[in-house]
């Protein structure tokens, strides 16, 4: 079993964390979607905020620890096949990622902070309101979390469709290495 990734493979860490926040975004966005059409009287109307802001907050945890294990545990070199375009779409693809979801975690954090008050985490512990303009910080971070949230979605579909294609197009070892698996 290796944690760790080589320079030819990513490790299960890498591989753990890649699909934990793919999974997580993907519930959160359709979690997101559905609490914005509860009405004042549903029984989940203020439960499933609180579970959004939860999770988001965990979410925030995991991408600093997935950001920080990309310096501590260098992904894959490419492979030799890539073309410059490749190797250059394939960075910035990925920094696009990055971006769009810490984006998406911040303008969440300012929304959920707006009026001052702290985001408890599952009763676990609280993370502080550090900025709060109640109205109209909640109103313009949540048009941004909403748009952000559509954009990663949308990008990271057309992630999984260049893994695709270099699979069963290209057929070269990409998806393989994503999957934590020998190239």
């Known amino acids: 079993m290796q944690w760790r990734n080589s320079p030819d493979r990513y490790g299960h860490f890498s591989v753990i964390l890649h699909w934990v926040v793919a999974l997580t975004v ?4 359709g979690l997101g979607l559905w609490m914005v059409t509860l009405g004042y009287y ?9 579970i959004h802001k939860s999770i988001g907050i965990l979410l925030m ?15 894959p070199r490419a492979l030799p096949g890539y073309s410059t375009f490749t190797r250059i779409a394939a960075a910035a693809g990925h920094a696009l990622l990055y971006l769009l979801l810490f984006a998406i975690v911040i303008s969440g ?39 952000l949230a559509w954009g990663v979605v949308i990008f990271s579909v057309l992630h999984a469709l260049a893994a695709l294609k270099h699979h069963f197009i290209d057929k070269d070892a990409t998806l393989k290495r994503m999957l934590g698996k020998a190239s």
């Open 26 to 29: 993907y519930g959160m966005f």
């Open 42 to 50: 549903d029984g989940w109307y203020h439960e499933a905020p609180e």
């Open 61 to 75: 945890i995991t991408l600093v620890i997935r950001l920080a294990w990309r310096f501590l545990s260098k992904p």
């Open 109 to 147: 954090y300012l929304i959920s902070t707006a009026d001052g008050k702290p985001i408890s985490v599952f009763g676990w512990f609280e993370v502080p309101a550090t900025l709060s303009d109640a109205g109209v910080q909640a109103d313009l971070a949540g048009q941004i979390h909403l748009w």
